[in-house]
């Protein structure tokens, strides 16, 4: 047997840090952060402890490498492009993205409402929520100054509570929940030329 080339050991490297982090995703989404050691993580992967140590050097390195990665996957959906910019057309398609992504990742919008919905891990990610939402909310409320609302900042965080509240409801009844409906209704607000502003 010809030994492994660097590139075949970088791969295999890749592929194992990728196997820790989906089954860590996983475990911190259904069993809890703070529920989940690093010995429950490693067998969850299955993998050793010690290994796991190879890759990451704590649960919390391995808490915020999963948010960084939650985060990218997110400003990929409401900005693909990478512009900066959002109008109408970006809005329809950042909800037609968002649709299909929470239809086909359940675990991951389980693991992204349970980083905010534990005070003690929003702690720990404070300063990492606060870097990686700005270009996002930035965007979001720059389009509603466009758009003439009177409270672009008021609107940036109802739509944010709005979608925690969709999300939530969708994960727990994803059969009836009446999604396309809902994004429709959403954008009937959002999209239009003439704002309806909360007062």
């Known amino acids: 047997m010809c030994p492994r080339t660097s590139k075949q050991f970088e791969e295999i490297r890749i592929n194992k840090r990728r196997q820790i982090i989906d089954a860590s ?12 050691s690093i010995s429950d993580l490693a067998r969850h992967a299955g993998i050793s402890k010690g ?6 050097s704590s649960k919390e390195d391995l808490l915020k ?14 900005d693909p492009e990478h512009t900066g910019v959002m109008d ?5 398609d950042y909800f037609d993205r968002l649709l299909v992504h929470l239809k086909s990742n359940l675990i991951f919008w389980k693991m ?11 702690l720990i990610l ?12 930035d965007m979001v409320e720059k389009y509603f100054i466009k758009q003439g609302f009177k409270n672009p900042a008021l609107e ?29 209704r959403i954008l009937s607000i959002y999209s239009t030329p003439h704002p309806q502003t909360i007062k």
Not at 88 to 92: M, N, T
Not at 112 to 122: D, N, T
Not at 160 to 180: H, R
Request: charged content about 15%; hydrophobic content about 45%; proline content about 4%.
């Open 156 to 184: 940036v965080a109802f739509l944010s509570t709005l979608m925690s509240g969709i999300t939530w409801e969708y994960i727990a009844d994803p059969e009836n929940y009446p999604l396309e409906q809902i994004k429709e």
């Open 112 to 122: 992204h409402l349970a980083i905010f919905s534990q005070p003690a891990v929003q």
């Open 25 to 36: 995703i996983e475990c911190f989404a259904t069993t809890g952060y703070h529920a989940c």
């Open 126 to 137: 404070s300063e990492e929520i606060l870097a990686a939402s700005k270009q996002p909310l």
């Open 88 to 92: 109408q057309k970006v809005l329809q």
């Open 65 to 78: 490498t999963i948010f960084r990665e939650i985060m990218e996957e997110m400003i990929l959906l409401i």
């Open 51 to 56: 290994l796991l140590y190879n890759y990451f």
